[in-house]
């Protein structure tokens, strides 16, 4: 399976390592840019406004949820 990933940002997020967008259903793909043994690349929501983010999340340039 798939390698769980979750981050201590606001409420917690747990997501999941990626290779491409197809590995995340409802997301995208991104990189990391961190070093092993954190995975090269990992699933963040998409969105097109900033309704579709929980509290504490934007919609950034990418069109993903990341924190404030």
Do not use: H, I
Not at 19 to 37: A, H, I, R, S, V
Not at 61 to 66: G, I, L
Request: charged share 20%; with cysteine; proline share 12%.
């Amino acid at each position: 399976g798939a390698t769980m990933v979750c981050e201590a940002w606001p409420g917690g997020y747990c997501t999941r390592a990626c290779e491409q967008d197809t590995d995340c259903p409802g997301g995208e793909c991104w990189e990391t840019g961190e070093p092993p043994p954190a995975p090269a690349a990992v699933c963040f929501k998409s969105c097109q406004q900033p309704s579709d983010c929980r509290a504490g999340y934007e919609c950034d340039t990418d069109n993903t949820c990341y924190p404030l």
